[in-house]
């Protein structure tokens, strides 16, 4: 301020400047609150998470208002007061030989170096809350809360979003944040798209996100997998399966390069075009070797040039493309409930009515968590434990079904298999062949991905098979490959 005149008259001024007075009262008001909301959210451990997006967020909106009215109202005061009365408005000078001069100084000093300080507190929180989990999966709660909560059900359950979906690098933290606004402009007016689409134009490559944390010259070898079924009929025959899969890996020096992992051999390159939105028909694949030898394969019902598409590289998310949402089709989420003891197999008929209430119709979570228990109740009327199996019921559809958002399996396919979705066998399905029709895609073999070790129930399950049993079905053909002809997650076609 202008500290040379007589300000009796220029102080009177400024208090009139009402937007002065407006932008000091709301940067005010903001650090005060800001400085409560920090303190609070400092202490409460397990806060609000709208605590967050208040203090880190709308406060230093707000001061930055405040600042911006203060500076805007001083300018146009000024100019005003030059305006009316040239010459009388000096330029800005302090005098430091006056004790008022050095006074004003120290002022603008102290509180210019406090107001540095809180701003750097301020936004290192800010850009931190900004990435936190709580940010992205609370704030906006009902469009967020299918990934949320299947992320929460996740092995990356203790991985911020972020390392994910944003990464390393100021360019992609940018990029998100603009990205964010617009998300946020879409929450606010409803506007958004039930279910969010996917996969993820924008996601970026698993080299700079899955990478940072997996190694992908890792050699992995073979994992044993047990996959516990019961059928859909009145004693729920149980039906169980166990694989021992051949991850392998894409490496030499850790293991032989080899099993499924060969995907990650570095050398290699395996590029694709999918011809609809959710990448599920995939008609055209070329294979890149280190060697340099290219082989292009098709299905003969793609006739288009390859250069009319987009042609996309595989990496770890055409496979692992669930790695932190994955929703539970109903017959698996049931099958494990039942497995896991949660839903007495003994009660007859329970695996299919559990499974026909989960893929009802229905709006709301409310409204389906009425009808499972009414439905539940009088079905099982006189068994014991009703209410353990009515819960058990409601919670297994509060994790997987989100009506408000129409999210569930349905809408999201599971690439790592190839039973309810083509998954694998959108390439392996021994339809991709070479344009001389020589060389096809590998396919066909139900022990090349993976060995039977066993199948069926109680005995069966011990007579391990080394080599591979050969896949049988109870009450369906066995010979027919296409597995999702028939599957769809809920009772086969
Ligand atoms: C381990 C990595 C990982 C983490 C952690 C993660 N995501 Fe995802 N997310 C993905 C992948 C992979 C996809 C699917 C990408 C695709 O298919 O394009 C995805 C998809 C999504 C989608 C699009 C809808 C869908 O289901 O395909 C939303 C929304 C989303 N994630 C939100 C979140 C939120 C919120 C969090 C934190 C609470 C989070 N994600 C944590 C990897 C992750
Ligand atoms: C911030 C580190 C981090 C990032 C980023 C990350 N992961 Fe993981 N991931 C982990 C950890 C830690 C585990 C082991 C969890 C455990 O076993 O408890 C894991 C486990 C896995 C597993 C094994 C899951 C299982 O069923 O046991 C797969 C598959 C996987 N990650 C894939 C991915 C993919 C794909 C991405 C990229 C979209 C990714 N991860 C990104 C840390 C990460
Ligand atoms: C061709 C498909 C495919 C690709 C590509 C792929 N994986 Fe896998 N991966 C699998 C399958 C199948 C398994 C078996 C276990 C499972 O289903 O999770 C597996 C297992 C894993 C596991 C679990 C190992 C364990 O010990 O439990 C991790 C971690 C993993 N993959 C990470 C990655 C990462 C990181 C990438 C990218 C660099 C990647 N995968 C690329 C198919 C793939
Ligand atoms: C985008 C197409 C595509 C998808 C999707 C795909 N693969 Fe492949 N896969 C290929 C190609 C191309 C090859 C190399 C040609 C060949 O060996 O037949 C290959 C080779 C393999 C091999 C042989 C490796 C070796 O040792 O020679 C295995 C095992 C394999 N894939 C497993 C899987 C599994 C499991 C999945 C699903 C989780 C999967 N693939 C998904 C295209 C694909
Ligand atoms: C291209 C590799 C590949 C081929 C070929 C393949 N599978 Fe699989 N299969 C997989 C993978 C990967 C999984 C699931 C891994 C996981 O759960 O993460 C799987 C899972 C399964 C399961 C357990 C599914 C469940 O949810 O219970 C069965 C059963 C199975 N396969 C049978 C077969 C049969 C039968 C064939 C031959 C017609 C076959 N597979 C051919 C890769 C393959
Ligand atoms: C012609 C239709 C058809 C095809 C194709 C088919 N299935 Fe089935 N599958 C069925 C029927 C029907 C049942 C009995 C379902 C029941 O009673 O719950 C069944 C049961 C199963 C079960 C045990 C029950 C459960 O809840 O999952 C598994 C595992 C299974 N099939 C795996 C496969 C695999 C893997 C493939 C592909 C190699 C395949 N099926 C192909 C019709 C089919």
């Keep these: 301020m202008d500290a040379n005149k007589d300000t009796s008259h220029g102080q009177a001024r400024f208090y009139q400047n009402w937007v002065v007075l407006a932008g000091a009262i709301v940067a005010a008001g903001s650090i005060f609150a800001f400085l409560l909301l920090f303190a609070i959210d400092l202490f409460a451990h397990h806060g609000n998470p709208y605590m967050g997006i208040l203090a880190y967020v709308v406060a230093p909106g707000f001061f930055f208002l405040g600042a911006f009215l203060i500076t805007g109202g001083l300018w146009l005061q000024r100019r005003h007061a030059r305006r009316s009365a040239p010459g009388t408005v000096s330029p800005l000078v302090i005098n430091l030989s006056s004790v008022r001069g050095r006074k004003t100084l120290g002022i603008v000093v102290v509180c210019g170096v406090g107001f540095l300080l809180l701003t750097a507190i301020g936004s290192n929180r800010t850009y931190h809350y900004t990435e936190s989990v709580?940010?992205?999966?609370?704030?906006?709660?009902?469009?967020m809360k299918p990934e949320f909560t299947t992320y929460?059900?996740?092995?990356?359950?203790?991985?911020?979003?972020?390392?994910?979906?944003?990464?390393?690098?100021?360019?992609?933290?940018?990029?998100s944040k603009i990205n964010g606004v617009h998300q946020l402009v879409?929450?606010?007016?409803?506007?958004?798209?039930?279910?969010?689409?996917?996969?993820?134009k924008h996601l970026r490559l698993a080299q700079e996100t899955c990478e940072q944390c997996h190694w992908p010259q890792k050699y992995v070898g073979n994992i044993e997998r047990t996959y516990n079924h019961f059928l859909a009929d009145e004693t729920n025959t149980p039906f169980t399966v166990r694989l021992l899969l051949k991850v392998g890996g894409g490496d030499p020096t850790h293991g032989p390069v080899g099993g499924i992992h060969w995907h990650m051999n570095l050398a290699n390159k395996v590029e694709y075009i999918a011809t609809d939105d959710r990448r599920q028909v995939i008609p055209w694949v070329r294979l890149t070797e280190a060697d340099g030898t290219v082989t292009e394969f098709r299905t003969p019902e793609f006739k288009d040039e390859a250069a009319k598409h987009t042609v996309r590289t595989?990496?770890?998310?055409?496979?692992?493309?669930?790695?932190?949402?994955?929703?539970?089709?109903?017959?698996?989420?049931?099958?494990?409930?039942?497995?896991?003891?949660?839903?007495?197999?003994?009660?007859?008929?329970?695996?299919?009515?559990?499974v026909a209430l989960l893929v009802g119709s229905y709006q709301t979570e409310d409204e389906a968590l009425a009808k499972i228990g009414?439905?539940?109740?009088?079905?099982?009327?006189?068994?014991?434990?009703?209410?353990?199996?009515?819960?058990?019921?409601?919670?297994?559809?509060?994790?997987?079904?989100?009506?408000?958002?129409?999210?569930?399996?349905?809408?999201?396919?599971?690439?790592?298999?190839?039973?309810?979705?083509?998954?694998?066998?959108?390439?392996?399905?021994?339809?991709?062949?070479?344009?001389?029709?020589?060389?096809?895609?590998?396919?066909?073999?139900?022990?090349?991905?993976?060995?039977?070790?066993?199948?069926?129930?109680?005995?069966?399950?011990?007579?391990?098979?080394?080599?591979?049993?050969?896949?049988?079905?109870?009450?369906a053909p066995n010979e027919d490959f296409d597995c999702n002809s028939c599957h769809t997650g809920a009772f086969p076609k």
């Design 134 to 143: 709580q940010f992205c999966g609370q704030t906006c709660h009902t469009p």
């Design 152 to 175: 929460l059900n996740s092995p990356h359950a203790r991985v911020e979003c972020t390392a994910c979906h944003v990464g390393e690098g100021a360019e992609w933290y940018i990029k």
């Design 186 to 200: 879409g929450v606010i007016t409803g506007n958004y798209d039930r279910p969010i689409k996917t996969p993820l």
């Design 314 to 354: 595989a990496d770890c998310m055409d496979c692992h493309n669930r790695p932190a949402h994955h929703f539970r089709s109903p017959n698996d989420a049931v099958d494990l409930a039942m497995a896991s003891g949660r839903i007495d197999p003994a009660l007859p008929w329970v695996k299919s009515n559990l």
């Design 374 to 475: 009414t439905t539940l109740r009088e079905k099982y009327a006189g068994k014991p434990k009703v209410d353990a199996l009515v819960s058990s019921a409601q919670e297994i559809f509060k994790q997987t079904m989100f009506p408000e958002m129409k999210a569930d399996w349905r809408a999201y396919p599971n690439n790592i298999s190839h039973k309810d979705w083509a998954g694998c066998f959108r390439c392996h399905d021994g339809k991709h062949k070479t344009a001389d029709g020589k060389k096809s895609i590998k396919a066909s073999d139900c022990n090349s991905c993976h060995t039977i070790l066993a199948q069926g129930a109680g005995e069966e399950l011990n007579k391990l098979n080394p080599k591979g049993h050969t896949f049988f079905h109870i009450d």
